[in-house]
């Protein structure tokens, strides 16, 4: 129960800090998401370390606040027809990761060029979504927007965890996440519905089955970004990312959900708004 007081502690205190940064907008969540991109970075690289794995590390720091920068809504648009700030930034990124090995190779040349770019993509590259999407359509009905996935995540996994805790017999991912059940993945898909059956009603924004399809979307993505942190930690022969977070261990832990959660309504949205 001490456990379970901490974790709901750091989650609560979580989720307040977070919702009031989304709210202050791009001046505070730039700073935010780029000291997260540390940490997670810092983290990825410490498990990585663990596995006598070598990444370029400060080129790691660099592109990551590049590609957080880069995500911001205000720039211009791309002057080359359909690109993004953020493509050029990780194209740069893999074009100078390769170059330094031909100039400089180590002993593990592909395996640290490898490294080094799922690091970019699973850290700064998702988080930059953060800021897409609390722009999307536009600030005022990008923050609701946002708040769907924070609150359609954090119902997923208190439903999840109580389900699972009550009712879980059959194993979800046995060789990802042995804690994992189907029945836990139901309740947290339940009570992710509600919520956001609930916001969307209120807010009438959407019909009761755009709500249900977009809660199966959430809630698997939710559940994926938590089995794939996971699948890392086995890889790697870790049992959790850091120690940061009291009963959370450490950010990517926290955050795995809401790395694909956040994407995944980004998707979901242009989707729907550009659907005739």
């Known amino acids: 129960m001490e456990t379970l007081s901490t974790r709901v502690t750091t989650a609560v205190v979580g989720f307040a800090l977070l919702s009031l940064i989304v709210w202050l ?56 027809p359909g690109g993004s700030w953020r493509e050029a930034v990780l194209t740069v990124a893999v074009g100078y ?16 060029v490898v490294y080094s770019v799922f690091g970019l993509l699973y850290v700064p590259w998702l988080l930059g979504y953060f800021l897409m999407l609390r722009y999307t359509p536009d600030a005022d009905k990008g923050l609701l927007y946002f708040a769907l996935p924070l609150l359609a995540t954090f ?33 947290g898909l339940l009570l992710s519905f509600l919520v956001v059956l609930a916001m969307t009603q209120l807010a009438q924004i959407w019909t009761p ?32 990312s850091g120690t940061s977070l009291p009963g959370h261990g450490g950010f990517l832990d926290r955050l795995d959900s809401l790395l694909f959660a956040v ?7 242009h989707i729907s708004l550009t659907s005739p």
Do not use: C
Request: net charge neutral; glycine share 10%; charged share 15%.
């Open 263 to 269: 994407p995944a309504t980004y998707l979901f949205l």
């Open 155 to 187: 119902a997923a996994d208190i439903g999840g965890f109580f389900s699972g805790y009550y009712f879980g017999k059959r194993k979800l991912a046995p060789e990802v996440s042995p804690g994992k059940t189907v029945e836990g993945a139901i309740g």
């Open 25 to 80: 907008g791009a001046p505070a969540m730039v700073p935010a998401l780029i000291l997260l991109t540390g940490f997670g970075l810092y983290e990825y690289v410490r498990m990585l370390d663990g596995n006598d794995i070598d990444v370029r590390r400060i080129s790691l720091g660099v592109f990551g606040v590049a590609l957080i920068i880069a995500s911001l809504p205000m720039w211009p648009q791309a002057p080359w």
């Open 97 to 112: 990761l390769l170059v330094m090995e031909v100039i400089n190779p180590g002993e593990r040349p592909l395996e640290r």
């Open 209 to 240: 089955f755009v709500a249900l399809l977009y809660s199966v979307l959430v809630a698997s993505a939710s559940q994926l970004g938590d089995l794939s942190e996971s699948l890392i930690k086995r890889a790697l022969h870790t049992k959790d």
